[in-house]
């Protein structure tokens, strides 16, 4: 077979890639080493995190806050087999979507491990040991990342795990020692919590997701602290070892040589990932990668052989599934002559714990290392009337705008629903509006919302209604 553009990996990426290349009218192929579509965020990433911080979040409520909302049941108890299975449904339901979406769409898919044999022609080693060649006149390496587990950590796949085998434990821990504090480490670290693991976090750094605002680290270590999360900042690991029914992590002050010793049921690794390029036969056609061994790109994500594209977590930049999507349309519109554009800066990040974490644009740090002038307004949600009636008081909306110009330059979210409320920031910030716009816009009320029309009035001359 023959293809104008073949994707090799199907996560959001590489199946809107292909999505948006056949929509282009290119005769497109997947091709996917595993049975399933929609790689680690469908399969062991994003969608099954969300079922099951869903899940936790329901058993925290019913059992801490349904009294207070004058509802009275018996002690609920954790099924965690029947919460796995119901993200499994979540899961099979979402992949099957994306099945249903190649047949639309006229894509041959292709499962099996594709490989580089020439610029050209790509092979296909499937599960049952045979080979199959296809040739494309363009490529999309899409292929994704896998988690960073170093050899020191002895990485088990059993009492020493990540976030794959985290989603899949079915006997529920009665403690975990989380390595990392970040997305990951937290968004798992805080579904165990709820369901009432004891739960430890060792983070290198001097705070919790320290690649966001430091108001942001601040108000959500503070929530989860109070839901009882421990945390163990500027501490590094130094040792990890497991056995058939427990794990021992050592561990120490960044600035001591005083080791710590703590045992666990399980020890979660969540220091990252790195980018998955493994066998794929890049040097049979001369691809270059970096020194993190992410695939070298050029502005219109062009690898340095031409008709070959890369996108997504195995290039740099932010390992997000909607930073991949773009940049699959991206590619495919570029390679159909089009003059795509991707805004960088304004892909926002989001944490999904709860309250959950989101934010776009530039911290205040990023701001005051840039000498920009700027102005800041913040809003807590314990002053909102909507999340007062919901309990889901933790948090608050901070917008740093220009001093002169007004114009948005970031905005960082703690509270509900904060992933669902970014959106507005993005647009604004798409269309470079200011602080004042966002203070003119109604907003429906009551609503979560209204925190952020609030900040803006607060930026705009320090001016809030409800505070």
């Known amino acids: 077979m023959k293809y104008d553009v073949t994707v090799i990996g199907s996560g959001p990426g590489g199946y809107v890639a292909a999505i948006r290349a056949a929509q282009l009218g290119f005769k497109t192929a997947i091709i996917e080493r595993y049975n399933t579509l929609g790689g680690t965020c469908l399969n062991v990433g994003c969608i099954p995190s969300k079922a099951l911080l869903d899940s936790s979040e329901h058993f925290h409520n019913a ?6 909302h004058g509802i009275i049941i018996n002690e ?18 979402t992949c099957e979507g994306v099945s249903f979406l190649m047949k639309k769409n006229k894509i041959d898919v292709y499962h099996g491990h594709g490989s580089f044999v020439s610029k050209n022609k790509i092979s296909i080693a499937k599960e049952d040991g045979s080979k199959e060649e296809i040739e494309t006149e363009r490529t999309i390496i899409a292929t994704g990342s896998k988690p960073i587990a170093p050899a020191s950590f002895n990485y088990d796949k059993k009492r020493v795990i990540t976030s794959t085998e985290a989603l899949n434990i079915k006997k529920l821990p009665k403690r975990m020692i989380i390595i990392g504090g970040g997305v990951i480490g937290l968004e798992l670290g805080s579904v165990f919590n709820r369901l009432g693991t004891e739960v430890e ?8 997701i320290a690649g966001m605002d430091k108001d942001c680290s601040k108000e959500l270590m503070r929530a989860l602290k109070k839901e009882g999360m421990k945390f163990h900042l500027k501490h590094m690991v130094t ?26 049921d399980y020890c979660l ?4 990932r790195h980018a998955y390029t493994d066998n794929l036969g890049l040097e049979n056609v001369g691809i270059e990668k970096d020194e993190r061994g992410r695939i070298v790109v050029d502005e219109h994500l062009q690898t340095n052989v031409p008709g070959i594209f890369a996108i997504g977590d195995v290039i ?5 599934a909607h930073k991949a999507e773009e940049e699959g349309v991206f590619v495919a519109e570029y390679m159909a002559g089009q003059k795509p554009h991707i805004h960088y800066h304004l892909i926002p990040g989001v944490v999904y714990t709860w309250p959950e974490v989101a934010a776009v644009g530039y911290t205040e740090e990023e701001i005051k290392e840039k000498g920009i002038p700027y ?15 919901s309990m889901d008081t933790a948090g608050m909306v901070k917008i740093i705008a220009h001093k002169e110009t007004d114009e948005v330059l ?5 509270g509900p629903r904060t992933a669902d409320m970014i959106a507005e920031a993005v647009a604004v910030m798409e269309f470079r509006g200011s602080a004042e716009d966002i203070a003119r816009m109604s907003h429906a009320h009551p609503t979560f919302a209204e925190a952020t029309k609030e900040a803006a009035l607060a930026a705009t001359g320090n001016r809030p209604i409800h505070i």
Do not use: C, N, W
């Open 201 to 208: 976090v060792i983070e290198y750094a001097d705070r919790i």
């Open 375 to 389: 102005k800041v307004g913040k809003f807590p949600f314990k002053a909102l009337g909507r999340a007062r009636a």
């Open 316 to 320: 740099k930049g932010a390992m997000l």
């Open 76 to 93: 609920p108890k954790v099924d965690l087999p029947q919460m796995i299975a119901r993200k499994d449904d979540v899961v099979s339901k």
């Open 63 to 68: 059992h801490t806050t349904f009294k207070e």
């Open 239 to 264: 040792e990890v070892k497991g056995t058939s029914r427990s794990v021992t992590v050592k561990y120490k002050k960044r600035d001591t040589e005083d080791e710590i010793e703590t045992k666990a």
């Open 269 to 272: 690794i969540a220091i990252g």
């Open 410 to 414: 970031g905005v960082h979210m703690v």
